[in-house]
């Protein structure tokens, strides 16, 4: 049992914190960037896909890497490597030497959030996890929804370079923390176990293709011609054979995971889950900044009140988790999120403001009581021996569920804005009956979710109990 084990918690939800931050605190700077750099909008949108891609291509090293150097060693070079990307990010003097920057963030961000989460399901007891996994997911889901808020003021009053010097003091607690409370996974084995080449490589081929039929190939041709489908037969071709490779020993990543029913029915939530949020909030901004007339600060802090009930209410869930509710408030969640897309669609000219902060206390409330109970019910599942897997997979879906989700979104957006025009409605009614209805279908599409949620255990105790008589 660990001493401080309160202070295990703080130092990784720091860490965390800084890296969730980042991945949507530079969206608001991005016109500022633009205009400074002199680019289109292609270039300057490497800022943010350049991120993306690094972050998703370095997940599933995080499991080979831990067993290579251990832990404590790993934690400590995500945070070294992302606080100097951080640092070079902010003295950036071209759009090039930036989008570099990122990639070089990015290799250290994508291993805090999975490594992260692998340090404190190993170190907590299982009916302390959920509590535990509330207080940290603050910081995991928090960040996403702070970011624009805090981009928004400090690229006002100090300039869009301080959305990333700032990382560089947090950088320093972080790492001086790691030293004083981390020290005890300095003790864990290491296994010395060959890297599998192969299997990295198909990973990459499959990302890649991915990313760039859904970003690119849509686009320019269309869902219907002959590039879109060969890019989505040679992805479906590059995961199948990736899958293939994965049934060796010294494989990159174990997926002998998808062989037990409740990781799956998680998974499944979470993957569903990272879609419709992430591209169903994609929009918001948009919706409160073009139709609605709202500035970048005054929409920024309408998306607060979804933060701040996400801080009140994540421990709580936590807590009804280690409780043994897994089920009941994971439906609640889904539904609660749901309602507050439904709710979003009915945002016009005239809502009060009222009105969005209600939706979006409803879509933090949902959160809270979504992700604590399908993270601890996941971690549940599989054996300590596959947790750190476990951990970079759900890492993995959170983040390329995200990238798929704002990639088709965007090519919904486009197709149903086109319907729109061609009906003969003016620009911006066309694009706010486009959000309007992308909201709806994200709204549909979580609900979709209560499938799998509805088969997740009901009581912790009783799926421990089971394997307790089977052990």
Known sequence: MLRYKKYVLAT??????????????????????????????????L???????TFLLFIPLTNWLKNRVGYYHLYMAS???????????????????????RVIQAVGGGSIAPVSLAILSESFPQDERGSAIGWWGIGNVMGPALGPTLGGVLTEYLGWQAIFYVNIPIGIIAILMNMRYLNFLKSRKRYSEPFDFKGYFLF???????????????DKFGFTSWQFISGVLLTVLSLWLFIRSSRKPSALLDLSVFRVAAFNRAFIIVALRSLALFGGMFFLPFLLQGYLKYTEIQSALLILPNALVMLLTRPLAGKMADAGEIRNISVFGIVLVSASFFLFAQINTGTPVWFIVLSMIVRGLGISFLIAPVSTAMLNAVSPSQTATATSLNSLMLQLGGSVGIAISGSMHTYINDHYLAKGYDTMLAEHYALRDGFLFTAVLMLVTLIPAFKLPHKVERELKHKEALG
């Open 12 to 45: 990784l939800m720091i860490g965390t914190s800084m890296a969730a931050i980042d991945s949507s605190i530079v969206n608001v700077s991005l016109p500022v960037i633009q205009r400074q750099f002199d680019v289109g909008l292609d270039d300057v949108s």
């Open 47 to 53: 800022v943010i896909t350049a991120y993306m891609i």
């Open 79 to 101: 945070i070294i490597v992302f606080v100097l990307g951080s640092a070079l990010c902010s003295i950036a003097g071209s759009i090039d030497m930036l989008v570099w920057s």
């Open 204 to 218: 990459i081929c499959f990302i890649i293709l991915l990313q760039f039929t859904l970003t690119s190939t849509s």
